[in-house]
RNA sequence: GGUUCCGUGGCCGAGUGGCUAGGCAGAGCUCUGCAAAAGCUUCUACAGCAGUUCGAAUCUGCUCGGAACCU
């Protein structure tokens, strides 16, 4: 009997993916699991190119709209709902689709995150706090004493990084390193994993036409409607963060859009330079039928 | 026509005799719980010509280009 199979979309911003995730779950007859860090948000609608009402309607996701702004959402609830939901679908169908642009999500779900105890919130708004006031230095002295390893080890100049490790030290009284398993999980199913990619310039053309649209659909009203949570993590995104600095008076309008696709530009290489790392994904273009690649 | 001021890399912008300004954009990259995040690396200069000087983006002259004011 063939093993069920998850088929990964993977590629950068404005690629195309939605379309051809829809389209292949539709000819498979199964469901898409969207991997996206911002899609799953309910309140975020223009500014993320979530799937439109009537394509959801065609081919049931998960993983799109099923979050709130306020919830904390990162790669390990990603993981943890993303295996419930494979094992779902693999009831009715041997295969699902799973799609989107969030790399690190996706890693999480094919090759597992090291199982880290959850981290105390106290510990965490501490750390935060005196970040937020003291700096840098005060935060790489910190790790220097408290966890001299990774402070050799690690990326010293990146706060999160920085954090994340302080935090992990504080609450489990064990070096973030300590956790690191490099034991890769087998997952009970097969995985292919397809990219999309167009010529730079093209990509270039339907982000900044995708921009354009976004305006016109209302994505200034809807940021309007989002600034009492503008410091929420889910608002740190790309749309949502030049328009505030619009309704700010920092900027004008027509700026704010400029800045907003050389953003979308940005992000969508950051996502390319992810993905071509990885050996295993087949790059195909976005027109192509990508059942003939199975 | 005259006087004054200005001309720095794709853009912004500091420097006023010797020492890579910096920022943005671009290019390349990193990535194990906020990842549409965060971080790292990196290219293109001193408008042109001549002169002074051991040494000029910086001083002098001329040329070109721009701005303001005067006539």
């Avoid at 690629?15 to 000819?27: D, E, M, N, S």
């Avoid at 167009?198 to 309007?224: F, S």
């Avoid at 979308?264 to 059942?291: C, I, N």
Wanted: proline share 5%; hydrophobic share 40%; net charge positive.
């Amino acid at each position: 009997m063939q093993q069920p199979t998850v088929i990964i979309i993977v590629g950068p911003t404005a690629v195309g993916k939605t379309a051809a995730a829809i389209r292949l779950a539709r000819h498979l007859g199964t469901r898409i699991i969207s991997a996206d860090s911002r899609q799953c948000y309910k309140e975020l609608d223009i500014g993320v190119a979530k799937p439109t009402p009537e394509e959801l309607r065609l081919v049931p996701h998960y993983f799109i709209n099923s979050h709130s702004i306020t919830e904390e959402v990162n790669a390990a609830t990603f993981e943890e709902l993303a295996l419930q939901w494979t094992s779902e679908i693999f009831r009715k169908s041997p295969y699902a689709v799973m799609v989107g642009g969030t790399g690190l999500y996706i890693r999480a779900f094919t090759d597992g995150l090291d199982a880290i105890p959850p981290v105390d919130q106290g510990i965490r708004t501490h750390i935060r706090h005196h970040y937020e006031e003291k700096g840098l230095d005060w935060l790489q002295e910190e790790v220097r004493k408290y966890d001299p390893d990774f402070y050799s080890a690690g990326e010293i100049l990146n706060p999160q990084r920085l954090m994340r490790a302080l935090e992990v030290r504080m609450s489990t009284g064990q070096s973030i390193l300590s956790f690191r398993t490099k034991q890769r999980p087998q997952r009970p199913f097969g995985i292919r994993t397809i990219g999309l990619q167009l010529p730079k310039g093209e990509l270039h053309r339907r982000i900044d036409q995708r921009v354009d649209a976004m305006i016109r659909a209302g994505l200034t009203k809807e940021v309007e409607s989002l600034v009492a949570y503008r410091s929420h993590n889910a608002l740190q995104t790309v749309g949502y963060r030049e328009l505030f600095e619009w309704m700010d008076g920092k900027v004008s309008l027509e700026s704010a859009i400029a800045a907003i696709k050389t953003s979308t530009r940005q992000y969508a290489k950051r996502q390319m330079t992810w993905f071509h790392r990885d050996l295993s994904v087949r790059w195909t273009d976005p027109g192509t039928a990508l059942e003939t690649l199975l």
